[in-house]
């Protein structure tokens, strides 16, 4: 299916009248938003200083409200934030990790290796499908 095909068929599944924004974490309610939901959750350790981090922001904003019923999306950024980003992205930037009741369900750099992220169709692609893989193994956990 083509990138546009894709989008669009996403964006049948939502409000066009709704706009979705990535909730932005800070080290004091990682905790909370994160490691005690029972739904899970999406969060991009990024920098602001990464242009490769600003595509990922692009990407989700673009698919992320097809996604928010199944799952939470967070962003913190490393460069004010250390304490988690230490513990859970390590020094590369992008970094997604999905959490479901506190444990890691997958953790990632730049999608598994599988591809550098361009914001290309093709990366577009492997990302929702990444998505939806994840999401078949966290309904497995619930």
Not at 56 to 82: C, P, Q, S
């Given at each position: 299916?083509?990138?546009?095909q894709?989008?669009?068929?996403?964006?049948?599944?939502?409000?066009?009248?709704q706009?979705?924004?990535?909730?932005?974490?800070?080290?004091?309610?990682?905790?909370?938003?994160?490691?005690?939901?029972?739904?899970?959750?999406?969060?991009?350790?990024?920098?602001?200083?990464?242009?490769?981090?600003?595509d990922?922001?692009?990407?989700l904003?673009?698919?992320?409200?097809?996604?928010?019923?199944?799952?939470?999306?967070?962003?913190?950024?490393?460069?004010n934030?250390?304490?988690?980003?230490?513990?859970?992205?390590?020094?590369?930037?992008?970094?997604?990790?999905?959490?479901?009741?506190?444990?890691?369900?997958?953790?990632?750099?730049?999608?598994?290796?599988?591809?550098?992220?361009?914001?290309?169709?093709?990366?577009?692609?492997?990302?929702?499908?990444?998505?939806?893989?994840v999401?078949?193994?966290?309904?497995?956990?619930?």
């Amino acid at each position: 299916m083509a990138i546009s095909q894709q989008i669009n068929k996403i964006n049948q599944r939502v409000n066009p009248v709704q706009k979705f924004v990535i909730k932005e974490l800070i080290d004091a309610n990682f905790e909370t938003e994160v490691l005690k939901k029972t739904k899970p959750v999406y969060v991009l350790f990024y920098s602001n200083t990464c242009a490769l981090c600003a595509d990922m922001l692009k990407t989700l904003n673009e698919i992320g409200l097809a996604f928010n019923k199944e799952l939470e999306f967070y962003k913190i950024n490393v460069n004010n934030n250390r304490s988690y980003a230490s513990k859970y992205a390590g020094s590369g930037m992008p970094c997604s990790v999905i959490f479901q009741k506190g444990d890691i369900i997958r953790n990632t750099r730049i999608l598994d290796g599988q591809s550098v992220w361009t914001g290309n169709a093709a990366n577009l692609q492997y990302f929702i499908n990444w998505i939806n893989n994840v999401l078949n193994v966290a309904g497995e956990k619930w």
